[in-house]
Structures are given as structure tokens and as C-alpha cells.
């Protein structure tokens, strides 16, 4: 009967000590458990800035109806033309041989090729091809066309944001030109861009559909 009353005496603390156990177990369990769970979070907020970074890229892609006339590759591409300075690199590009031959005759090609982040709206050949022949008469004055080409550029970086909020820009020429957006097509003096953001060494293009006459 004695030998009873130890081991009755010890099952509390086996008990107590069961239960602290299986306390510490449970705790353990529930800190592995959690740790995971901050992995997803991490990896959310990785994502999270990865997508946040591509913001920048979107006002720096090209854009306009007319882009996939520019070639893929080679002389005149995107990537050919971010080489060169802006004359240059309009003389390569099959939308801009008129005018790359024009800034030749009015003696602007080094101006164009040695000014620093200006921004040129530029005429497509068809925009060339589409002047009265009044315009085109005054054209062949030397004097006329620089005053006429001289309208088209603008001192300074101009992205497409600007371009939309519609302030008017200053061009070498001494005047304004008007920019806007209409639904999703951007224009300059009602002047479509066709294809627009094209960046060379020194200069941002707006290929547009127009030429721009200043007000005499």
C-alpha cells in the first residue's frame, strides 16, 4: 500500500509536465507556421516595385499610327536613330528624307546636329508632298524655308504629358506652337503626330502629318 502513495505522488508532475510540453510544442508549431507567411508579403512588395518601375517606360515609348514604317532594324530604326543627332538620323529614316534634305538646303543640318535635348516636330514626306504649290513656291526661298523649318523646333525636351496639357511651346523660329490631345491622338497646331517620342542622341521627334506655317 505504500508503494501506491510515490507514484501517486509523481503523476501531477508528469502531468504538469506533459501539459508545458505540449505548450512549448504548440508555440513552436505556430512561430514555424508564421514565417512563411511573411515570405508571400515580401515577394508582394518586390512585385510590387517591379511593376512600379516600368512607370517611367510608358512616357518614353513611341507611339502613332504611322510607327510601323519605321524600320525594324538597321539604318532609320528606333535603335539606329537614338545613335545619331537628330539631322542625321532623319536623313536614315524613310519618314524624313524631305526634310533631312530641306535642313541641308537651309543650312541647318550642323544647328540641328549640334543643339543640345531640343524637340522637332517633324513633317513625314507626305506631309511635304501634300503643300500647295503657293507653299511650295515660298519654300524655295532660303530665307522662308529656315524661317519655315526653324518653326518646327523647340529648345528643350518635350514629353508626351506635356504635350497633352496643352501649354504653348516656344519655338526657335520666335513663335508659339499649340500642342494638345485629342482622345488618344496627340497634335501640335491641329497637326496630328503619327509617330511620336522617337528619341535620337540630342533630340525627341514628333513625326506629324503637317507642315506648320508661322504667322508672317
Do not use: Q
Request: glycine share 8%; net charge neutral; proline share 6%.
Amino acid at each position: 500500500m505504500r508503494t501506491s502513495g510515490p507514484s501517486r505522488a509523481t503523476s501531477p508532475g508528469l502531468i504538469t509536465g506533459g501539459i508545458i510540453g505540449g505548450v512549448l510544442a504548440l508555440a513552436a508549431a505556430a512561430c514555424g507556421s508564421s514565417a512563411p507567411s511573411a515570405a508571400p508579403a515580401a515577394s508582394a512588395s518586390a512585385s510590387h516595385h517591379a511593376m512600379a518601375s516600368h512607370h517611367p517606360m510608358a512616357e518614353s515609348a513611341v507611339f502613332g499610327s504611322d510607327c510601323g514604317m519605321v524600320p525594324a532594324n538597321g539604318m532609320g530604326s528606333l535603335h539606329s536613330m537614338a545613335m545619331d543627332p537628330a539631322a542625321t538620323a532623319a536623313s536614315h529614316n524613310p519618314l524624313l528624307t524631305t526634310l533631312a534634305a530641306d535642313a541641308k538646303t537651309a543650312g541647318l543640318t550642323a544647328d540641328l546636329n549640334s543643339m543640345h535635348a531640343i524637340t522637332i516636330f517633324a513633317p513625314a514626306n507626305t506631309a511635304f508632298a501634300k503643300l500647295p504649290a503657293s507653299a511650295m513656291t515660298m519654300m524655295h526661298s532660303r530665307a522662308e524655308l529656315t524661317k519655315i523649318l526653324k518653326y518646327h523646333v523647340v529648345d528643350g525636351t518635350i514629353t508626351p504629358a506635356e504635350l497633352a496639357s496643352g501649354k504653348p511651346l516656344t519655338t526657335l523660329e520666335g513663335s508659339t506652337l499649340k500642342p494638345a490631345k485629342m482622345g488618344a491622338v496627340y497634335e501640335v497646331n491641329n497637326a496630328s503626330v503619327i509617330c511620336g517620342n522617337i528619341h535620337t542622341a540630342n533630340a525627341t521627334v514628333y513625326v506629324i502629318n503637317k507642315v506648320l506655317t508661322p504667322m508672317h
